[in-house]
């Protein structure tokens, strides 16, 4: 069947680092893959997507590029923020529905 | 648009007690589905559906059942809560085609059985 592993966290940084967070997948056929943030308190949001090998999902800062060869879709930002604080999930879906990691919680101090 | 929507944001139970999560969408998605997010757990699915009259099981369906009489309202009953239903509850939606698979998600429901 299908899963995902995520680094544990909490991943703590300092302002502006740089953050990664590892994501591998296994899965029958070519998945889309996702990373969602949950923000203290609220429901999920799409962070970003990629649909097939080699795209490159992006938004806010944040970009994962879909790897098949290692089947990873690893999280990166160049420069965190106080406001990056919250909890990301990398997702995958084949079907209906998904298929989440654990979750990363990400605390970034001033 | 209001999107996804759940009632209510906060319950309390007793155990035994039986209750239901209302979930409602107005974008016309055939996909609706059912997690429970529990601390170290990540989301998991509890039911899905895949059109009105059609539901199926997921990861951890016991104790939990579902109907979709309607394409916007999918909720989830529980027959007998039990201390071990505590958890949030989050409803998604995502329409048959296009979107890549992307799912919407509504607020969530906080639920504490005693």
């Known amino acids: 069947g299908n899963s995902v592993t995520q680094m544990e966290g909490p991943v703590t940084l300092s302002e502006e680092a740089f953050l990664t967070i590892n994501c591998t997948y296994t899965?029958?056929?070519?998945?889309?893959l996702f990373w969602y943030v949950q923000y203290p308190g609220e429901g999920l949001q799409l962070l970003l997507k990629?649909?097939?090998?080699?795209d490159k999902g992006s938004n806010k800062g944040f970009e994962a590029t879909y790897r098949k060869e290692t089947t990873s879709f690893h999280l990166e930002k160049g420069s965190v923020q106080v406001s990056d604080s919250a909890v990301y999930f990398c997702?995958?879906?084949?079907?209906?529905?998904?298929?989440f990691g654990k979750g990363t919680m990400l605390l970034v101090s001033p | 648009n209001a999107g996804v929507t759940q009632t209510p944001k906060f319950q309390v139970l007793k155990t035994g007690q039986s209750m239901t999560l209302q979930c409602a969408q107005d974008?016309?998605?055939?996909?609706m589905s059912w997690y429970r997010q529990d601390p170290g757990m990540g989301l998991r699915l509890i039911h899905y559906?895949?059109?009105?009259?059609?539901?199926d099981q997921g990861e951890v369906p016991n104790g939990y059942n579902v109907s979709r009489s309607t394409t916007e309202d999918f909720p989830l009953r529980l027959l007998s809560a039990a201390p071990s239903q505590t958890s949030v509850y989050f409803c998604?939606?995502?329409?048959?085609?296009?979107?890549?698979?992307?799912?919407?998600f509504g607020p969530g429901t906080r639920l504490t059985v005693l």
């Open positions: 998604a939606s995502r329409p048959r085609t296009g979107s890549y698979n992307e799912q919407f």
């Open positions: 899965a029958t056929g070519y998945p889309s």
């Open positions: 990629a649909t097939k090998a080699d």
């Open positions: 997702a995958l879906s084949d079907t209906s529905t998904l298929t």
């Open positions: 974008m016309n998605h055939e996909y």
């Open positions: 559906s895949v059109g009105a009259g059609i539901t």
